[in-house]
T-cell receptor
Framework: EPEVTQTPSHQVTQMGQEVILRCVPISNHLYFYWYRQILGQKVEFLVSFYNNEISEKSEIFDDQFSVERPDGSNFTLKIRSTKLEDSAMYFC?????????????FGSGTRLTVV | QKEVEQNSGPLSVPEGAIASLNCTYS??????FFWYRQYSGKSPELIMS????GDKEDGRFTAQLNKASQYVSLLIRDSQPSDSATYLCAVRGGNEKLTFGTGTRLTIIP
C-alpha cells in the first residue's frame, strides 16, 4: 500500500534554530497538508497546499512557518526560528482528489524537540 | 470556534464485546466525518469515513451519523486486543482542513 514518507523521524534542535521537515506524499496525490500534535493534545491543522500554493492556513501557521514543494516529489515544512512551544509531532498528509468525502493518508510523523 | 468533542475515556471493553465511541460536533455545515485510529506514538490511521445520515459498515466497524443531532459514532464489534488505541473523530466542513477531537482511549481487556 502506498505510503506518505516523512524524514527525519526525530529531530532535536536548539531554540532559535531553523528546521526543515521533509515529506514525500503518495505519488498521484495532489493535495498536501501539515498537521501537528503537541504531546497529549489534539491533532491540529497547520496548512493545506495545492497547485504549488497555500490554499488554507491556520492561526498557528504564522510568519515563522513556510511550506514548499521544491520538486515533483518532496513537500517541506520550514520553521525559521524554533520556539520551545514548537515541540510536537508533525504529520504530513496527502489526498488524491478534491472529493471532500475522501480521507487523508498521514505520514509516520516527525517528532520535533526544541531545547 | 468549531469544536469536535469526544469522551477522553479510558473506555475499557472485554474482548469479544462491542465498543461504542461517540463524537459530537458544533458546526452544522460539516460535510464529512472520519474516524482515525492512533496507536501511542504513531500517526493517525483512517478506518472509516461517512457523509450521509445513517450507518456505514466495513468489516467489524460501523460508523453512524446523525446530522440533526450533530453526532457521529463508531461501533467496533468482536473487539480484539489489537483494537486498543486512541480513536480520533475528525470533521471537515466546506474547506480543506480536518478538525479533530481529543480522542477516546480504548482498552480491550483479554
Amino acid at each position: 500500500e502506498p505510503e506518505v514518507t516523512q524524514t527525519p523521524s526525530h529531530q532535536v534542535t536548539q531554540m532559535g534554530q531553523e528546521v526543515i521537515l521533509r515529506c514525500v506524499p503518495i505519488s498521484n496525490h495532489l493535495y498536501f497538508y501539515w498537521y501537528r500534535q503537541i504531546l497529549g493534545q489534539k491533532v491540529e491543522f497547520l496548512v493545506s497546499f495545492y497547485n504549488n500554493e497555500i490554499s488554507e492556513k491556520s492561526e498557528i501557521f504564522d510568519d515563522q512557518f513556510s511550506v514548499e514543494r521544491p520538486d515533483g516529489s518532496n513537500f517541506t515544512l520550514k520553521i525559521r526560528s524554533t520556539k520551545l512551544e514548537d515541540s510536537a509531532m508533525y504529520f504530513c498528509a496527502s489526498r488524491r482528489t478534491r472529493d471532500r468525502y475522501y480521507g487523508y493518508t498521514f505520514g509516520s510523523g516527525t517528532r520535533l524537540t526544541v531545547v | 470556534q468549531k469544536e469536535v468533542e469526544q469522551n477522553s475515556g479510558p473506555l475499557s471493553v472485554p474482548e469479544g464485546a462491542i465498543a461504542s465511541l461517540n463524537c459530537t460536533y458544533s458546526d452544522r455545515g460539516s460535510q464529512s466525518f472520519f474516524w482515525y485510529r492512533q496507536y501511542s506514538g504513531k500517526s493517525p490511521e483512517l478506518i472509516m469515513s461517512i457523509y450521509s445520515n445513517g450507518d456505514k459498515e466495513d468489516g467489524r466497524f460501523t460508523a453512524q451519523l446523525n446530522k440533526a443531532s450533530q453526532y457521529v459514532s463508531l461501533l467496533i464489534r468482536d473487539s480484539q486486543p489489537s483494537d486498543s488505541a486512541t480513536y480520533l473523530c475528525a470533521v471537515r466542513g466546506g474547506n480543506e482542513k480536518l478538525t479533530f477531537g481529543t480522542g477516546t482511549r480504548l482498552t480491550i481487556i483479554p
